[in-house]
Each structure stands twice: as C-alpha cells, then as structure tokens.
C-alpha cells in the first residue's frame, strides 16, 4: 500500500489513497461515489479555514436561501461533515458533541440537497445520504495510514458504533477489547 502525502494535490494521488483506504477498511464504494470522495478532497485541501463556524449555523443558513445558492450551501454542509467525521472526528470532542452529530447533519443535508435536485444528481446525492458512513469509514481510515494509532478513542467509537453502526468504529473497539459491545436501544418500560 502507497502512503501518499495529503497535500500532493494530483486527482490520481487521491485516487490511489482511496482506493487503499478502500482495501484496508474492507470497504467497497461504486464508482460514483470514490469519484465524489476524490474530488470532494481536492476540493478542500485549500479550506484551511472550514472549521471555524459551527456546523449548526451553516446547515440553518440553507434554510434560508433558495435556489442555486441553497444547493451549493447544502452540498457544502454535507462535504463539511463528512470531512469533520472523517478527517476529523477529534473537532466534534473539542466542539462537545458526539461524531454522530456531524453524520446526522451531513445525511439530513445530502437529502435535503437530493429532494431539490434533478433527476440526474439527485441519485448522487442519495447516495452520500444512504452511504454516509461507509464513506466516513474510509476517511477515517485514510487519516489512520500513516499512523499506528487509531483515531477514535475507544469510548467515541463505541458511541459511533452505537449510533451508526460504523464499521471503522467497532473494528476500533477490537483493538482494545475481545468483548462484543451491545446496541444501545435504550430502557424500555417493562410495566403493563
């Protein structure tokens, strides 16, 4: 497997890492969906600043536009999210929310983004709703290459795990344990 360095900003280098990424969190996307992610990273390599304002506010900015401008602020929240659950899931720690939260709002973005889409772009973006977490997976695997520590702690991946059912996630909680963690499905009233 080719380490590539992530500010080489070449659509190949990018479709290399990828598709290793892909490989080692055992992780098949269509092509649809790695063009997407490729592209989608060589789009942000040159955000420096992406994670300065709250997610939250940006998702309710595209509540209050319309038309192109809507979309393009949808696709954005989207793409921001899954790069902070990917790249980044430490921001969400930082930030006092659970990973899951950037997948929720990422999803609920990319359909949302689907609903006002044509016919030919809205499959795209159903796609990255339905598929969301498969895509962060790879993200996430993609930051762990060039390190032997995983990215997740293991009390963020057992939550990821609980709310998403991430793969990356309970493969991380394997690392630290040889128990299988049970689903949170909440207390249930046992009164009749």
Known sequence: MSKVILHNNS?????????????LSQTQLNEELESYLV???????EYADM??????????????????????????VGDKCLLFSGFF???AEKRLVKVSYYVDVGQNAYHL??????TVTC????????????????????????????????????????????KHAIDILKEYTD??????????????
């Open 123 to 166: 499959n795209l973006f159903v796609q990255l709703s339905n598929r969301f977490v498969p895509l962060m997976d790879v993200l996430q695997t993609m930051r762990e290459m060039s390190s032997d520590t995983p990215l997740l702690k293991p009390l963020s991946a057992m939550e990821l795990w609980q709310d998403t059912q991430s």
């Open 113 to 118: 983004l689907a609903s006002l889409s044509n």
């Open 89 to 91: 899931p430490g921001l």
């Open 51 to 76: 994670h300065q304002r709250p997610i939250a506010l940006d998702f309710l900015d595209t509540l209050h536009s319309a038309g192109q401008l809507q979309k393009i602020q949808l696709r954005e």
């Open 39 to 45: 592209f989608m990273l060589m789009r942000f390599t």
């Open 11 to 23: 659509t190949a280098a990018w479709q290399e890492l990828v598709s290793d990424a892909q490989q």
């Open 179 to 192: 128990a299988q963690p049970l689903q949170n499905k909440g207390f249930e009233d046992t009164e009749h």
